[in-house]
């Protein structure tokens, strides 16, 4: 059964550095996301993204993040500058097109640790 | 404005009884669609069942149905015959727009504890 798949499970990383989340999304699917959920609390939307580009952002999408699809598989979440309170599990998802896209197959999450 | 009310925090069930889970929600579009995740310890999130804002039936699957009453704007979550493996956090969600690839809000979800 295709699956979305997340790389790494865990990143540790120092406040101030850059960090990558990878995806690679279901392969025929069409529209693509990133949640985060900062431990014991909700999920929280970040972007949607479909077609090259950002479809809808949340207030927290600001200008230390960016998303992007560089060779048609991967789908990754740059945070450039981190901080502590962006300590969360990050989740991709993605949903195909028509009745399909109701469903969004979410990934087992990457969990960002800010020291 | 919070759009997806959870009400409850936590809820236990006996193994084998039914359980309800409460969710309401908020929004002007006419076009929307509800959801249900599961999340169990280990942290991932498993899509559990969809409503269409139009759909004119209640969504079932499997031992999963949706209460849809869209005058009231609720969307529970009834799942039968409980099981040990259905303790998890249980979270409502909303998408609004008819066309796909919108923002999805999540409730603040509700923890279940099955005994057994």
């Known amino acids: 059964e295709p699956e979305v798949t997340q790389t790494p499970s865990h990143q540790v990383t120092q406040m101030g550095q850059e960090v990558i989340l990878r995806c690679v999304p279901i392969?025929?699917?069409?529209?693509f996301y990133w949640y985060r959920q900062i431990l014991g609390q909700k999920v929280e939307f970040l972007v949607s993204?479909?077609?090259?580009?950002?479809?809808?952002k949340s207030e927290i999408f600001d200008d230390q993040f960016s998303v992007e699809r560089p060779d048609g598989s991967n789908f990754t979440l740059k945070i450039r500058s981190t901080k502590l309170e962006d300590s969360a599990m990050y989740f991709c998802?993605?949903?195909?097109?028509?009745?399909?896209?109701?469903?969004?197959?979410f990934g087992p999450g990457t969990r960002l640790t800010v020291l | 404005a919070q759009k997806i009310t959870q009400t409850q925090p936590g809820m236990f069930v006996q193994e084998k009884e039914a359980v309800t889970l409460d969710c309401t929600y908020d929004?002007?579009?006419?076009?929307?669609?509800l959801f249900w995740y599961k999340q169990p310890s280990s942290g991932e999130m498993i899509f559990l069942i969809y409503q269409g804002s139009y759909d004119q039936q209640n969504a079932t699957e499997g031992r999963y149905s949706l209460n849809f009453q869209k005058a009231r704007k609720s969307a529970n979550l009834v799942i039968s015959a409980s099981q040990l493996g259905d303790s998890a956090m249980y979270f409502c969600a909303m998408r609004e727009g008819g066309t796909g690839g919108f923002k999805t809000i999540f409730g603040a979800g509700t923890r279940l504890f099955v005994k057994a």
């Open positions: 392969s025929n699917h069409l529209y």
């Open positions: 993204f479909y077609n090259n580009e950002i479809s809808e």
């Open positions: 998802a993605s949903s195909g097109r028509g009745r399909d896209w109701t469903e969004q197959f």
């Open positions: 929004t002007s579009d006419p076009s929307y669609g």
